[in-house]
């Protein structure tokens, strides 16, 4: 069955928690607020499989199997542009998009064959899915699938670097395996966050100063532009503390 679908560029899904890859978020340490997205795949459920293949594996306090995916993300609240949306509703860093928006609206951590759904908009969003449009997906098959095989790829190179953050978060950061047993007990599924500063200690990245330099007055404007709401409070308080670790590690004190 042939899926038709065109971007109307209404930037509509140009908002909230947007995943990166690796080389995306670094290259936009300067621009986006940048956490780790842990999103846990229970076993027996959608893509298990998949996230087995690029990320860890690990028992829940429920005693259940969990597979988790774990990349880089813009963090942002839902109600929130992409800080790279420009006023006409174009994105304002044509030339160096992330893959993760020229893929779109396919999504890497599901299999290929279940990608159908996603070419169904959201309400309010204006995507083009007519017969006029393009067909984008054939037989559960991607059909232009240059930038679909791209970020996989992207996503298969850092899985190695993923793991090694696992290992380290669940030695130092134990409460990480509470927050993951709770988000997949949820019927549709959670995720969590963690720091980039806590990636960049783990990974001893030579570049960790200047990258903390670039987030710092990332995360303290988002601190700002979240305080005093309510509903954002826990984005206040991790744009709070995580500026406050972009701090430290800005003049070396992380290690």
């Known amino acids: 069955m042939d899926r038709h679908f065109h971007c109307t560029a209404c930037g509509k899904c140009c908002h909230g928690v947007l995943p990166l890859t690796l080389d995306d978020a670094l290259a936009h340490a300067g621009r986006f607020p940048l956490a780790m997205l842990w999103m846990p795949v229970p076993k027996g459920r959608r893509a298990f499989e998949l996230a087995e293949r690029w990320g860890v594996t690990v028992r829940l306090k429920d005693r259940r199997t969990a597979a988790v995916h774990i990349t880089p993300a813009a963090y942002l609240p839902p109600a929130f542009a992409c800080p790279a949306l420009a006023a006409d509703g174009l994105c304002g860093v044509q030339d160096g998009k992330p893959l993760r928006c020229r893929t779109m609206p396919f999504y890497p951590f599901r299999e290929e064959r279940d990608q159908a759904d996603l070419l169904v908009p959201r309400a309010g969003w204006l995507c083009d899915v007519s017969a006029a449009a393009p067909v984008v ?67 001893r990245r030579p570049d960790a100063t200047e990258l903390a330099r670039l987030q710092h007055p990332v995360m303290t404007d988002h601190a700002a532009r979240t305080a005093g709401d309510p509903a954002l409070a826990e984005h206040h308080r991790h744009y709070t503390g995580w500026a406050r670790e972009m701090g430290h590690l800005a003049v070396g004190a992380g290690g």
């Open 137 to 203: 997906y054939r037989d559960r098959t991607v059909v232009d699938r240059g930038d679909f095989d791209a970020e996989r790829a992207a996503i298969g190179r850092q899985a190695p670097a993923m793991r090694a953050y696992a290992a380290y978060v669940f030695k130092y950061m134990p409460w990480i395996l509470d927050a993951l047993t709770s988000a997949a007990a949820k019927p549709a599924g959670a995720n969590v966050f963690t720091s980039l500063s806590s990636f960049l200690t783990a990974s």
